[in-house]
């Protein structure tokens, strides 16, 4: 069975990986941050079992440039915006670039070599 993404920001790309592109700017906060509202959809389309009440609030995983980073969602950036913190964005920022989301199993072995775990209560 083949994984279907019907979000239109992201096409599948690779075996592990979809192609979107984003406006990328930076932002104060410490961690990366979509548009909640598209974080909760992608999230639900890609790292969902399909097995009842699950979380939506995981972490998404992008590669931006040369890096992986964990995502998570905020009311405040507007759909279609990655906000990355200042310490990891470039001079060339606010840009629109193309952005690798990881699938839900390259994201959940990236999120664990950095020490997340999944909430096993939704």
Known sequence: MSEVITHSMFERFSSGYYLGELYVEPHDGERAVIQQADHEHVNEQLYAAGTGLERLDAPLVMK????????????????????????????????TRNVLLADADRAENLLRWEGWEPSVNA
């Not at 931006?64 to 905020?74: E, R, S, T």
């Open 64 to 95: 931006v440039g040369g890096g992986h980073i964990p995502v998570d969602g905020d009311e405040a950036v507007p759909s279609g915006t990655l906000a990355v913190p200042r310490a990891i964005a470039d001079e060339t920022l606010p840009d």
